[in-house]
């Protein structure tokens, strides 16, 4: 890792196999499936080091969210990041527009006896999930990198019909069970 920022030498995208999400990224960044039958994909600059990534998976709910789950839905994501060892939050911002929910986070943990950092994004629209993470090995890694993830999640487009689902005046109404 030099110290310059890292520079484009290509640009390629991934799309969701379901076509529920897509993004663009590095041609060069090595992919890899996440496993734990999760539907998306890992990203890492440098085989070398896997604990630098981009990651990002969908994710079916079992109920729609509204812009009035936002509290609970906080309360749910910050008990999950609570349980990172030597966990501190640097940064937080959450919002509701129309029924999309947006959760943000920039952490620093432990992990296998190294200080990590990482952004977490979490979006949640009608009954769907998207989780977007950028992690550095180190501080400094994920500084380096940063401009990179940035980009990625600059590109990152849901399908259509998420976004139509989560805008209340768009969204066709959906019979009370």
């Given at each position: ?47 070398t ?27 749910g ?24 929910v ?47 993830g ?19 005046e ?8």
């Amino acid at each position: 890792m030099s110290e310059d920022v890292p520079q484009f030498t290509g640009i390629t995208g991934y799309q969701e196999p379901g076509g529920r999400f897509s993004f663009r990224h590095p041609w060069d960044w090595h992919a890899e499936s996440l496993g734990e039958g999760r539907d998306g994909v890992l990203l890492t600059p440098d085989r070398t080091d896997p604990d630098t990534y981009v990651a990002a998976w969908i994710s079916p709910l079992p109920t729609e969210v509204t812009a009035e789950d936002l509290p609970p839905l906080r309360d749910g994501f910050d008990e999950g990041l609570a349980t990172l060892p030597d966990l501190h939050v640097l940064d937080s911002h959450d919002e509701a527009l129309g029924n999309l929910v947006k959760l943000e986070r920039t952490v620093t943990f432990s992990d296998r006896g190294a200080k990590r950092k990482r952004l977490l994004r979490a979006i949640y629209a009608d009954r769907m999930q998207l989780l977007f993470v950028y992690q550095g090995r180190s501080p400094q890694a994920f500084a380096y990198w940063l401009p990179m993830g940035n980009y990625c999640y600059a590109t990152l487009r849901l399908a259509d019909g998420i976004w139509y689902a989560s805008d209340p005046e768009l969204r066709p109404a959906r019979p009370v069970a």
